[in-house]
């Protein structure tokens, strides 16, 4: 389950460092349309050179943050490779990704306090520290016996020969002629007690210690899954607000760019404008990826991994 979500994590890095890549190149097309657009009014005369000079200081920076968003999609993408490839050569490297879009994720409530008890039903380090307690307790009640007095009953029944000659004594075998049985009881009292009140004792503490971490465990589920319910909650709402900012930061960039070829607006409004957009875009990228990542997350501390995803222990193991 935790090699499954991470393979899940590293491709929406992925996608999201895609998605980056194609804002930061949009970024710099705008600075290039503004470029060309300022450079066509500052020959007729309805533009100043300081307004051409600054689109045009701002086209070469935006090429800079092409460089960082190229260098994080590569990033991304061999840190995907090395979750899903053997490969161990520098082949590895030569190696490219092309992933499909990640389908919209959907608009998902979650209970924590109703999930929890899902996650006490399918989370195996649960079920494993559950083993544990049953295997303590189990040698505890072993332990403990051994500090009791042991009475063992015991009995024989069985044909006996009795005579000089080996032959006559094989034949009244054969015929029962000798029948011969026992039976009592056997107490057996331990003087001092010290080797099992010794194993005892640490019988006693190793029980105590197995409930003890199983309580943990069972904080420490519910904590988690607490915590991943309220990322859903949280990235759900900042997808909702980073969408509806990049709507409106849209809306003020075509207005901006309206006062321009108007004459009433100026170069600098509109590269701001520009940079607030990209950056608006990323951040809804950015929140959609950690919305898709929560979902995730969610479900490893539910223990559903393998269940939503098809996947089949048995059957990987079988082939």
Not at 187 to 211: D, M
Not at 217 to 246: C, F, H, M, P, Y
Request: hydrophobic share 40%; proline share 3%; glycine share 4%.
């Amino acid at each position: 389950m935790d090699t499954v979500t991470r393979v899940v994590f590293a491709y929406n890095d992925l996608n999201f460092s895609l998605a980056n890549l194609r804002s930061a190149r949009r970024l710099r097309d705008l600075s290039a349309g503004l470029l060309d657009e300022n450079e066509k009014r500052y020959r007729i005369g309805s533009m100043a050179e300081y307004d051409v000079t600054s689109a045009r200081s701002r086209l070469v920076s935006r090429e800079e943050g092409i460089l960082f968003a190229e260098r994080a999609v590569l990033d991304a993408e061999n840190f995907l490779k090395q979750l899903i490839t053997d490969e161990n050569n520098p082949a590895l490297l030569k190696l490219h990704l092309e992933i499909e879009p990640p389908a919209p994720a959907p608009v998902v409530v979650v209970d924590a306090a109703t999930d929890f008890r899902e996650a006490l039903k399918k989370r195996p380090d649960y079920q494993q520290a559950l083993l544990s307690v049953q295997r303590s307790g189990i040698n505890f009640r072993l332990q403990r016996n051994q500090l009791l007095p042991r009475v063992d009953l015991v009995g024989s029944y069985g044909y006996s020969g009795n005579d000089t000659e080996f032959g006559v004594s094989r034949q009244q075998v054969r015929d029962e002629d000798f029948r011969s049985f026992s039976y009592g009881a056997v107490v057996s009292i331990p003087l001092t007690f010290t080797t099992e009140r010794g194993r005892y004792r640490a019988a006693k503490l190793q029980l105590r210690q197995s409930e003890t971490s199983l309580q943990s465990l069972e904080q420490d589920i519910v904590v988690r899954v607490g915590n991943a319910a309220g990322q859903i909650e949280t990235t759900q709402k900042r997808v909702e607000t980073a969408s509806r900012a990049r709507a409106l930061a849209q809306q003020a960039l075509d207005s901006e760019v309206k006062r321009l070829r108007a004459g009433t607006g100026n170069t600098f409004f509109v590269a701001q404008q520009q940079e607030i957009l990209s950056d608006l875009e990323v951040r809804e990228y950015r929140a959609q990826s950690d919305y898709r990542k929560a979902l995730a997350e969610y479900d490893r501390q539910l223990g559903v991994t393998l269940e939503k995803r098809n996947i089949s222990l048995t059957a990987l193991t079988a082939k």
